[in-house]
């Protein structure tokens, strides 16, 4: 199997432990080297990793053939451009970019030089969205009329990060992975009505929002704050033939951000079952979750690169996650409804 040289820009949270404990543990992979600032933190992690300062040593750096993009999300399109230009593939983690004109400057380039673009829209994989796609594909919902994703968290201080204040705030953050399951699902919605806002007193941008995505057949609710207490609810979906109710987070993430290594018979394993209501006769039952695991993701991105298999999530694709929140900016500017 050829080996993928892979060169990480940035060590914050999506570094640590969204890609680098997946590269070194994905078959046909390699880190070699990571762009930081804190050569002591990276080596914490990693004693014997390479780190160099910039992008533009790590392009100098030879064997490197896939670089990922996990720096602040104003750099996301410089780096992902310089990158592509230099002849590598290239992951940009999420969000795609900070704005849709950005986005497209990057599409472009992949295509100009026919350089692979894959974005890290991981939760694809989670295990209750792999479950929900599961009900769906069989039927058992139904035609699904209303569907709730929610990704609320309790968070009443605000952190003094830059995350914390990055343009479009949770909308930015959260609203990537919320609308890629919505288009996953159902595809392009006619039009969305957003309200994005900040209601913690002291938050320097949004951190709340509530889109309702427009179908001709039904509706589609994204939702986030971090004032709620009871932040349990994660989807709510109601079908012709029944509804399913979610609680709970895929706990992938906070496995690797305590340090374990993506693998074992447990892995992706989400034990808040789902609450399954059926009609027809009425009867409620709860249903285990399918297993999660990102690690798919990665064995996809590697044979794609190899020539081996198709894109995991093409740049096209993602491209369709930034129109949504580019006319959600604007919907919720305008306080009203913006088409698709």
């Known amino acids: 199997m050829q080996t993928i040289g892979v060169g990480l820009v940035g060590y914050g949270l999506g570094g640590r432990a ?4 997946y590269v070194r543990t994905t078959p046909g992979m390699e880190l070699r080297v990571v762009v930081s600032r804190d050569r002591d933190k990276v080596h914490a992690d990693l004693p014997d990793m390479r ?11 030879p064997g490197i053939d896939l670089v990922i993009v996990s720096s602040p999300d104003a750099l996301h399109a410089e780096h992902a451009i310089a990158a592509l230009e230099a002849g590598r593939h290239v992951l940009i983690d999420k969000p795609f970019a900070t704005s849709l004109a950005n ?12 350089q692979l673009l894959t974005i890290f829209h991981n939760r694809r994989w989670d295990a209750d969205f792999l479950t929900l796609q599961k009900l769906i594909g069989d039927g058992r919902l139904g035609e699904i009329v209303q569907f709730e994703s929610h990704f609320d968290r309790w968070r009443p201080a605000v952190a003094s990060t830059w995350k914390e204040a990055r343009e479009g705030g949770s909308w930015q953050d959260l609203g ?4 890629d399951q919505a288009l996953v699902l159902f595809g392009r ?3 969305i009505c957003a309200d994005i806002t900040t209601l913690r007193a002291d938050a320097p941008a949004p951190d709340y929002f509530h889109a309702v995505l427009r179908y001709s057949d039904k509706r589609v609710i994204l939702h986030s704050s971090k004032l709620v207490a009871a932040n349990g609810l994660r989807f709510a979906v109601h079908g012709t033939r029944g509804s399913w109710i979610k609680h709970g987070v895929d706990p992938q993430e906070a496995a690797t951000v305590a340090g374990q290594a993506p693998g074992g018979q447990h892995w992706g394993y989400d034990p808040d079952q ?3 209501t059926l009609c027809d006769p009425q009867r409620t039952e709860t249903l285990p979750n399918c297993r999660g695991d990102y690690r798919k993701f990665w064995h996809d991105l590697g044979a794609a690169i190899r020539g081996e298999g198709p894109n995991p999530v093409p740049g096209t694709e993602a491209m369709m996650v930034m129109e949504v929140l580019d006319a959600g900016l604007r919907s919720a500017t305008r306080h009203g409804e913006v088409s698709l």
């Not at 780190?51 to 750096?61: G, Q, T, W």
């Not at 990537?176 to 609308?179: K, S, Y």
């Open 18 to 21: 969204f890609h680098a404990p």
């Open 51 to 61: 780190v160099v300062p910039s992008v533009a040593a790590l392009l100098e750096e």
């Open 103 to 114: 986005a497209r400057r990057v599409l472009a380039a992949s295509e100009a030089t026919d």
């Open 176 to 179: 990537p992975h919320l609308i």
């Open 189 to 191: 919605p006619e039009a």
């Open 274 to 276: 789902g609450s399954l």
